[in-house]
């Protein structure tokens, strides 16, 4: 197990969305306005029930890595720009090196 030496607070705002032109259209407008400093997207197989029903569909996770402060502002562009009527806007805070997170410091900065 590693253990960090010196940790910093972080947070991971994940969303789903059906299309690849989608996930690249969040990802720039985000990016775009600095309210994260890097997004990871890959490919996923969602199952779930939607209006009583069992679904199976393709889709792209994406992965914000962000500032804590961010968040409300992050959200609130996800909530604005998503196709979806219920977008999964799920937030976990994260930690990571100090390396790490001054760089996200760095690139996230308004």
């Known amino acids: 197990?590693?253990?960090?030496?010196?940790?910093?607070?972080l947070a991971a705002v994940?969303?789903?969305?059906?299309?690849?032109?989608?996930a690249r259209s969040?990802?720039?407008?985000v990016l775009g306005q600095r309210?994260?400093?890097?997004?990871?997207?890959?490919?996923v197989v969602s199952h779930y029930r939607w209006e009583g029903a069992l679904q199976e569909a393709g889709e792209h996770r994406l992965v914000f890595k962000a500032l804590p402060e961010?968040?409300?502002?992050?959200?609130?562009?996800?909530?604005?720009?998503?196709?979806y009527d219920l977008p999964e806007l799920v937030v976990q805070p994260l930690r990571a090196t100090a390396e790490y997170a001054g760089w996200v410091r760095q690139e996230a900065a308004a």
Do not use: K
């Open 35 to 43: 309210l994260a400093a890097c997004v990871q997207v890959e490919a």
């Open 70 to 83: 961010a968040v409300p502002a992050l959200l609130g562009a996800l909530r604005a720009l998503h196709p």
């Open 1 to 9: 197990m590693i253990f960090l030496e010196a940790s910093a607070d």
């Open 14 to 22: 994940t969303t789903t969305v059906s299309s690849a032109q989608e």
């Open 26 to 29: 969040l990802t720039q407008a």
